[in-house]
């Protein structure tokens, strides 16, 4: 078994579950997405893309494409939910929320088509 592929594809299942639990919930209650589920997507998800920078193949760039969509649109949902808290002061009302849990749906996707790419890449792996 190779340690590296494990890692590899280990991040990746991670990223997705991470973000599913994030976005999963009534997308305006506030009190159904964590700010620290959030945060803990982001990591994972940066260190996802991280590991891909080392696969010079097709599927390897479409696969750093898939995270790189993923990272920003965590990144934004951040974003969203410190510009309302802490700048601009309106709070996680409805409209805010939604907005949020929308960007991070988003990165949901990308991570669903990143865990089918691989999943795709060891079926038709040949040995």
Not at 41 to 66: E, P, Q
């Amino acid at each position: 078994m190779n340690l590296e592929k494990v890692v590899f594809a280990f991040t990746i299942i991670l990223a997705l579950t991470l973000n599913f639990g994030f976005f999963i919930g009534d997308i305006d209650n506030p009190d159904h997405h964590h700010v620290f589920e959030l945060y803990a997507a982001i990591f994972v998800n940066a260190v996802a893309t991280i590991l891909k920078f080392g696969d010079r193949s097709h599927m390897g760039a479409v696969l750093l494409a898939t995270s790189l969509v993923a990272d920003i649109q965590l990144i934004a949902a951040a974003a969203v939910w410190g510009w309302s808290v802490h700048v601009a002061e309106i709070g996680m009302t409805p409209g805010v929320t939604s907005s949020m849990v929308s960007l991070a749906g988003g990165a949901v996707v990308a991570n669903m088509i990143s865990v089918a790419l691989l999943s795709i890449e060891t079926v038709l792996l040949r040995r």
